[in-house]
């Protein structure tokens, strides 16, 4: 270095230092070349560019002013000796000498800038400024600048400088830009996973639609995220999740959808971002924006089943402009909160439907015990009758005796009426037969006790068979028979354990073919005694127990009956039950 400045002084005073400047400005090039090829701040970058063309040019300001693709403005992006509160200036394309240059795409030098009608000042005492523009992939994308309070202040060799500088901000705005597309797809994908999980692994709306909101403000790196859902009456929407909120937010009004700001996103259907809602004339709640901090607002419809049912809405602390990536994000997020509504109102069907088949199963047992009591009642009730026919008994008409027993055969063929339209009754309830897979009945009913068993503990595995022939079956029947064992196995499982739910062909001919479906339905509990698989499906009339092995398995024992199956126990105190049910293939 120091044989080259005295080789250079040797040439003459004007030589070295017109030298020395070329040298400078090589340097500064490599410079932030090197800086723009070891960091992806894009800030520091940036700020170094403008800060070093400022000093080589002995400039007493500058900046770098980018097109904002969402707004079309043009916005500061890095400054050196500017004000504090021009930050917040912003062009349109063709306004100022900064606009003229972003919409020309040529360079401008000015000598004087009070001889300019272009120029609008943004700094006192300003003399002399000189702007280039800066394209990004063959498309204009924003202006450098320098000011000098020194008229005439800037050379064609700054004018050169300037812009091998642009090309420099050029290539640091490309990688930015990559990488924040990349960074922000990694997040995205990160979030939708992590939401993803929540919605698959827990049933509480409550919890899932708190995670949506919380990977929502994180990832659109705002001050307040909230999901509002409109009410049954459809005319007003309610807050059901939010983060970041204060109390002043959380404790404010519904909003009326006819008359909000975000009750245009459910009427409409589509996004609406504001940029500023603490000056923003339709915007209802403007103390509690001021009071919380918050300043853009974006809000995407929230839609399920085709239908707009609320609003997923983000804030930011300062004025920012979403762009088309950011809606794409929080569109994203509100199609996972339709889902995670959709799954748990299906929860809550499966809920109701589940209490349904236990009201059928009261109800069933009630008829069948119904039917019982009426067959144990006809036969006594047979016996009388011809007992009490053949005392006949005869009287005179003045006796007051052949009114009472005018009134005893009467009450007679009135019980045995009574009797005979219960048995009709109970014979309507028949297996009404059809074609049933049964490998369908048992993974429908696993979808219904799927959250039973997992909330006592309980796991469960399925063994069927897929080449298993249909049957000739009332499926609705079967699907009560296989419900009541698999609840009377859960019943056995208080502190959890192992449920095991099996099919395949059996054969009971030499030639092997295919006779009956065998449904095995294994647990891990505690067994039964020889007593009580004895007793397991004795009459409802003889059941003594309400649970285990009461009424469920009476019922049980009266459907695979009446489908000419067969059921068994296989069980040892302490080792668990086995229940067996063979279902034949040919009814004829």
């Keep these: 270095m120091a044989d080259l400045e005295n080789k250079m002084k040797a040439e003459g005073p004007a030589d070295y230092a017109d030298l020395k400047l070329r040298y400078e400005r090589l340097h500064l090039l490599y410079q932030v070349n090197n800086v723009i090829h070891s960091t992806l701040d894009a800030q520091r970058a940036l700020e170094l560019i403008i800060g070093e063309a400022v000093r080589v040019m002995r400039a007493t300001s500058g900046s770098i002013v980018l097109v904002n693709p969402t707004t079309g403005f043009l916005e500061i992006e890095a400054a050196v000796g500017l004000p504090k509160e021009s930050r917040a200036l912003r062009l349109r394309v063709g306004e100022g000498l900064t606009g003229w240059v972003a919409r020309t795409g040529k360079?401008?030098?000015?000598?004087?800038?009070?001889?300019?009608?272009?120029?609008?000042?943004?700094?006192?005492n300003v003399r002399s400024e000189l702007a280039v523009p800066l394209e990004v992939g063959g498309e204009l994308r924003g202006v450098i600048n320098v000011d000098s309070d020194r008229a005439a202040a800037f050379t064609a060799e700054d004018e050169q400088l300037l812009r091998d500088l642009a090309l420099?901000?050029?290539?640091?705005?490309?990688?930015?830009?990559?990488?924040?597309?990349?960074?922000?797809k990694a997040r995205l994908f990160e979030s939708l996973i992590s939401v993803s999980q929540t919605i698959n692994s827990t049933l509480n709306l409550d919890d899932a639609l708190q995670v949506i909101t919380r990977e929502a403000c994180h990832l659109m790196e705002g001050k307040l995220c909230s999901l509002l859902m409109l009410d049954d009456s459809g005319e007003w929407l309610e807050l059901r999740a939010s983060y970041g909120a204060g109390?002043?937010?959380?404790?404010?009004?519904?909003?009326?959808?006819?008359?909000?700001?975000?009750?245009?996103?459910?009427r409409r259907k589509k996004f609406f971002q504001v940029e500023n809602v603490q000056t923003s004339s339709r915007y209802q709640q403007v103390e509690v924006a001021r009071q919380e901090g918050l300043v853009s607002l974006l809000g995407v419809p929230l839609v399920y089943a085709s239908r707009t049912i609320g609003t997923l809405n983000v804030y930011t602390?300062?004025?920012?402009?979403?762009?088309?990536?950011?809606?794409?994000?929080?569109t994203a997020l509100a199609e996972l909160s339709g889902i995670a509504i959709a799954k748990a109102r299906l929860y809550e069907r499966i809920v109701d439907m589940e209490e349904e088949i236990r009201q059928n199963e009261k109800l069933s047992a009630i008829g069948l015990l119904a039917a019982e009591v009426a067959h144990e009642i006809r036969n006594p009730l047979t016996v009388i009758k011809m007992l009490f026919h053949s005392l006949d008994l005869q009287f005179p008409a003045s006796d007051p005796r052949a009114r009472d027993a005018e009134?005893?055969?009467?009450?007679?063929?009135?019980?045995n009426k009574i009797v005979e339209q219960i048995l009709d009754f109970a014979r309507s309830a028949d297996p009404v037969r059809a074609a049933t897979n049964i490998n369908n009945i048992l993974e429908d009913l696993a979808l219904l006790v799927r959250h039973k068993l997992k909330n006592q503990k309980?796991?469960?595995e399925a063994d069927l068979d897929p080449e298993i022939p249909l049957v000739l079956a009332d499926a609705a029947q079967l699907s009560q028979a296989f419900l009541n064992l698999v609840l009377n196995a859960v019943q056995a499982m208080p502190q959890g354990g192992n449920l095991r739910i099996r099919t395949k062909s059996e054969s009971v001919k030499e030639s092997g073919e295919p006779t009956h479906?065998?449904?095995?339905?294994?647990d891990s509990g505690p067994g039964l005694t020889d007593e009580q698989q004895k007793n397991a499906f004795r009459s409802l009339l003889?059941?003594?127990?309400?649970?285990?092995?009461?009424?469920?398995?009476?019922?049980?024992?009266?459907?695979?009956?009446?489908?000419?199956?067969?059921?068994s126990i296989r069980s040892e105190p302490g080792k668990g039950a086995v229940f067996r049910v063979l279902l034949p293939l040919d009814h004829s």
């Design 247 to 266: 109390d002043a937010y959380i404790n404010k009004p519904r909003l009326s959808v006819s008359e909000s700001l975000l009750g245009t996103v459910v």
């Design 517 to 522: 479906i065998l449904i095995e339905i294994k």
């Design 168 to 184: 420099q901000a050029a290539q640091v705005i490309q990688n930015t830009w990559l990488y924040e597309q990349i960074r922000q």
């Design 317 to 330: 602390p300062q004025q920012h402009a979403f762009s088309n990536e950011e809606i794409r994000i929080l």
């Design 458 to 460: 309980i796991k469960f």
């Design 542 to 567: 003889q059941t003594t127990k309400k649970h285990g092995t009461g009424l469920g398995l009476a019922i049980v024992g009266k459907i695979i009956e009446a489908h000419h199956g067969d059921i």
């Design 407 to 415: 009134v005893m055969r009467e009450r007679l063929d009135h019980l």
């Design 107 to 124: 360079p401008a030098r000015v000598g004087d800038v009070s001889k300019d009608p272009r120029y609008i000042m943004v700094k006192e």
